[in-house]
């Protein structure tokens, strides 16, 4: 019966551990963004190289069109940081380390790569969505409206959609795959957890935002 698993049910529990430590952190830090649109801003500022990675270097087939964020990202920063937003824009080490991983991981075999779109992608159509649902409900959040919103809008689709067609790209791309790359596939979904947490833990602002609190 185990052959018959969805892996994406195998992915999930075999990362559960890792992915509820991910989720306390991110949960904890991003909790200041509820009230403070210049932490939201960073957090999509350290996630914005990644999205643009993926959606560089992964075919429509296993990331359609649909799904992309580079554009909504970068509509998203101008809106809170300003139109010159990348003028002044500086590469943390975080970021650096996490793009320097994937290149690595492309170069070694770009399938593992996959591990990153399901998770990444995943993870906005949950957390991320529930985050923009509470900021947006907060009375403390200052310019709350259609706009600064683009990143966590996919217009034409449902979430409960796009999860449907995320999951079943995986599966049907993971029944070609024999134990090794499933295994391999583990370790590095694994690893997304952990540079996600770095890029998380390097998000500015909240000092501030306890200074003013």
């Known amino acids: 019966m185990a052959n ?15 992915h509820k430590i991910s989720d306390a952190l991110v949960n904890t830090k991003f909790f200041f963004a509820l009230s403070d649109n210049s932490v939201w801003a960073d957090g999509l500022l350290v996630f914005y190289e990644i999205f643009r990675f993926l959606e560089t270097n992964m075919s ?11 554009s909504a990202l970068e509509r998203d920063l101008e809106f809170y940081l300003g139109e010159n937003w990348k003028h002044d824009y500086e590469m943390r080490n975080s970021v650096k380390i996490y793009l320097k991983h994937l290149y690595d991981v492309k170069k070694r075999s770009p399938t593992l790569l996959l591990a990153y779109v399901y998770h990444i992608y995943m993870g906005l159509l949950s957390g991320g969505q529930i985050l923009q ?4 409900l907060n009375p403390l959040n200052h310019g709350c409206n259609k706009r600064g919103e683009a990143v966590t809008s996919f217009d034409g689709y449902t979430i409960a959609e796009l999860k449907t067609k995320l999951r079943n790209i995986f599966d049907t791309k993971a029944k070609d795959f024999d134990e090794s790359i499933k295994t391999l596939l583990i370790a590095e979904s694994k690893m997304v957890f952990h540079l996600n947490n770095e890029l998380v833990r390097s998000v500015r602002g909240m000092s501030r935002v306890n200074l003013r609190k």
């Open 4 to 18: 018959l698993e969805n892996f994406s049910k195998r992915l999930r529990r075999e990362t559960r551990n890792v």
């Open 60 to 70: 429509e087939e296993l990331l359609p069109k649909e799904f992309h964020r580079t």
């Open 133 to 136: 649902k509470k900021r947006l």
